[in-house]
């Protein structure tokens, strides 16, 4: 098997693993730290996170230009690339430092609900964060290096073991009292070990040399001017799933800040499925474009991969409709409000309303993936970048209004609003100027599909009657649902094709028996 299968195949599995044990580990976190605690830990990180965007998208540009000199046999070229990177890490890195220092003092007077113990903790993760992204970042350019050799299995597998030992250390230091400090010094630790392994492979076993033979403006400005997309990305992304916590930081009380994160998270795990999903297919749809298919034969492929995408979503997302308002209670809830250790009823059902506002607005966006793909093959990203850079400013000041009277779920309404507007914009955009068919995109989505979708929630409405409470009860709903919605969706809702790719898998395991 080659490099780049196993890579996916590793890929798959570090999201299947950050995915589950996300899941089983946040209410042992908010436990173990309380409400609070786990409010100002979100709330730093989410600060941390937009530091980070001073890589300024270098990492994905040192994939990109390895790859080209490689390809070229140009190791001098190579060696003066990654020379002069390095002077630019370390001048990001410096600039790290700046910045979290000049916030440093305005922490004060950011977070305005903070007690002075809260601002004490927030200030000492902050510290220690900072130190951590201003190594991190460079440390960085291991992994684009590895990557741009096509070493793909090294740094995968080096991310899942990161991702399991990090895991049960924190487990281990949550039981020995640690609190929210130690677990980001936990990370640092980490990343220190996790760069300090990819550095060792880049130097001594792929031989990779830094050297600077010339030193070149115009070539800085070659850099910059391709991974400047990259990160006008990147602050869209930012804006998406931190601007919510910074907003809420500076005007919340710390468990708000909790609740928010916990509804972000359950958030990101549904899109991870789809993606999943996506990304297996998304290779042949850049391959199409570049081969200039024609319009209807790009929105055929775009059918294909929806529909798989929506048998899939749409079974999470009815389940979760259905059954994740008892899921949360039973995950993170089962306390008072006024109690530290787990949410309330009305808390949990406030993250239950989050994470599904998410799904409903990323539901579309997930099924599109296959135009984001086209729309890189055509270099025709730039109109999409600019109107979710502009949508997605509007949806963080329409969520900050909002989140003044409505808190964590008028947040997330302001945001979700801004990402629904964009992606409306943008079917009339593939539509008029890409060429695919989106009326007849959405006709084929939902044949059959949609009908079956309404009566399983229909059927799954009358399930949730089944007598009981606690996990057992949550299981019985669960499978009953899922028997329910696959027995349906498999003679009534798939076509021939998407029968046959589900059918595969398990009549060729059940001949390996």
Known sequence: MSQLKKGALLTYLKIFLINVIGIMITPLIVSYLGKDEYGIFNAIGALIGTIALLDFGLTNTVVRFVAKYRAEKDKKGEENFLGTVRILYFAVSTLVVISGTIFYFFIDTYFTKFNPEELRIAKMMFVILVFNLAIQLPGMIFTGICKG?????????????????????????????????????????????????????????????????????????????????????????????????????????????????????????????????????????????????????LTNMMIKLGRLSFIILMYIFGAFMLYGEQFINLWVGGG?????????????????????????????????????????????????????????????????????????????????????????????????????????????????????VLLVIAVGYFINYIPGEGWFNFIAKGVSYTIVFAIMMYFVGMLEYERELFRKPIVSLLKRK
Not at 165 to 182: P, Q
Not at 225 to 238: D, G
Not at 435 to 444: A, C, D, H, P
């Open 336 to 452: 008072d409000s006024s109690v530290d250790g787990r949410y309330g009823i009305e808390e949990c059902r406030e993250i239950y309303m989050i994470a599904l506002i998410i799904m409903i607005g990323y539901t579309l966006p997930l099924l599109q993936a296959f135009g984001n793909s086209i729309l890189e093959a055509k270099n025709k990203l730039s109109f999409k970048a600019i109107l979710y850079l502009v949508f997605m400013i509007f949806g963080v000041v329409a969520g900050g209004f909002l989140a003044m009277k409505y808190s964590a779920v008028g947040m997330i309404v302001g945001l979700v609003g801004g990402w629904m507007i964009v992606q409306n914009v943008m079917n009339f955009y593939y539509h008029n100027k890409i060429g695919l068919n989106i009326l007849r995109f959405f006709k084929e989505l939902f044949h059959k599909v949609l009908l079956v």
């Open 149 to 297: 050799y096509e070493k793909f299995v090294f740094p995968e597998s080096v991310g899942i073991i990161r991702y399991i030992l990090r895991s049960l250390t924190i487990v281990a230091v949550l039981f020995f009292g640690g609190r929210a400090i130690a677990l980001v010094i936990v990370d640092t630790v980490f990343n220190i070990l996790t760069i300090s392994v990819s550095a060792y492979y880049v130097l001594v076993k792929l031989k990779v040399r830094f050297k600077l033979h010339q030193f070149s403006k115009d070539f800085i400005r070659e850099i910059f001017k391709y991974s400047s997309w990259i990160f006008l990305f990147a602050i869209v992304n930012m804006l998406q799933w931190k601007s919510g916590s910074w907003v809420l930081g500076a005007i919340s009380i710390p468990k708000v800040l909790g609740i928010y994160g916990i509804g972000i998270a359950l958030g990101t795990y549904y899109g991870a499925f789809s993606t999943a999903i996506s990304s297996v297919f998304l290779p042949r749809a850049t391959q199409m474009s570049v081969n200039n298919a024609s319009g209807e034969e």
